[in-house]
């Protein structure tokens, strides 16, 4: 449990950091601040992900796992790719991507340890 904990509060920093990000880029502000930010954030969830391996052994949540993680590689690669708001559609739907792939591992956690969804 304290895992499912872990994993889900190490999240909202990384959702702020994207929020923060694609704020920046559509008020035409200095993004790259906050773009560096994100990176590291990215790099933040890789590393927790990767701790739950350790700790839940189901198939599930393994495939769950390397699917974030997927998504996460494919999200650093382009996150400097916008550079304001008329072009943030890539951006957007990568980000929309890991955003399914960690709802759908947190599921599988809360499921392979039992918890009520």
């Given at each position: 449990?304290?895992?499912?904990?872990?994993?889900?509060?190490s999240?909202?920093?990384?959702l702020?950091?994207?929020?923060?990000?694609?704020?920046?880029?559509?008020?035409?502000?200095?993004?790259k601040?906050?773009?560096?930010?994100?990176?590291?954030?990215v790099?933040?969830?890789?590393?927790?992900?990767?701790?739950?391996k350790?700790?839940?052994?189901?198939p599930?949540?393994?495939?769950?796992?390397?699917?974030?993680?997927d998504?996460?590689?494919?999200?650093?690669?382009?996150?400097?790719?916008?550079?304001?708001?008329?072009?943030?559609?890539?951006?957007?739907?990568?980000?929309?991507?890991?955003?399914?792939?960690?709802?759908e591992?947190?599921?599988?956690?809360?499921?392979?340890a039992?918890?009520?969804?």
């Open positions: 449990m304290e895992q499912i904990v872990r994993f889900t509060t999240t909202d920093t990384f702020a950091s994207a929020n923060g990000y694609i704020t920046a880029l559509a008020y035409n502000k200095d993004a601040p906050l773009q560096e930010q994100l990176g590291a954030e790099n933040k969830q890789f590393a927790e992900s990767e701790k739950l350790v700790f839940f052994s189901s599930d949540v393994a495939r769950s796992v390397a699917r974030y993680q998504d996460l590689i494919n999200f650093h690669r382009i996150i400097g790719t916008s550079k304001d708001a008329t072009s943030i559609g890539i951006w957007t739907a990568q980000f929309g991507k890991v955003n399914d792939a960690r709802i591992l947190t599921e599988q956690l809360k499921k392979s039992g918890v009520a969804l």
